[in-house]
C-alpha cells in the first residue's frame, strides 16, 4: 500500500506565502505523477497542479505564477510553494501519487489525509 503525509498548511493573510509538503510511503517500486488538488466549501475537487517523474508540470490557470510544485525523487516527496495568496485559494489541500508497487508491480494512487489553507485577513 501506499500511505501519504501532508504537512505545511495554516491561516496566512492575503498576499501571504505557505509551503505543504507530502511525503509518500509503503511498498513502492516507483512514483509516476505526484501533485495536489484542493476542495473549497461546497466546490467540488480541482486539480492545482501535478509534475510527473521528468519534472513536467501543471498548473490550474488560477494558480499560474503563483504556486510552484517540486519533488523530490529519493524521498518520495512533493512539495508545493504557494505565494500570493487570495481568500479564494482557502480550501482543504490533499496530495497524490500515482505508485507501482513492489513484487505485484500494480498501480495504485495514494492520497493524503488533506490539510486546510485558509487565506483571510
Known amino acids: 500500500q501506499v500511505q501519504l503525509v501532508e504537512s505545511g498548511g495554516g491561516l496566512v493573510q492575503p498576499g501571504g506565502s505557505l509551503s505543504l509538503s507530502c511525503a509518500a510511503s509503503g511498498s513502492i517500486f516507483s512514483i509516476n505523477a505526484m501533485g495536489w488538488y484542493r476542495q473549497a466549501p461546497g466546490k467540488q475537487r480541482e486539480l492545482v497542479t501535478s509534475i510527473d517523474s521528468d519534472g513536467s508540470t501543471k498548473y490550474a490557470d488560477s494558480v499560474k505564477g503563483r504556486f510552484t510544485i517540486s519533488r523530490d525523487n529519493a524521498k518520495n516527496t512533493v512539495y508545493l510553494q504557494m505565494n500570493s495568496l487570495k481568500p479564494e485559494d482557502t480550501a482543504v489541500y490533499y496530495c497524490?501519487?500515482?505508485?507501482?508497487?513492489?513484487?505485484?508491480?500494480?498501480?495504485?494512487?495514494?492520497w493524503g489525509q488533506g490539510t486546510l489553507v485558509t487565506v483571510s485577513s
Open positions: 497524490y501519487a500515482g505508485a507501482v508497487l513492489l513484487g505485484s508491480g500494480r498501480f495504485l494512487t495514494g
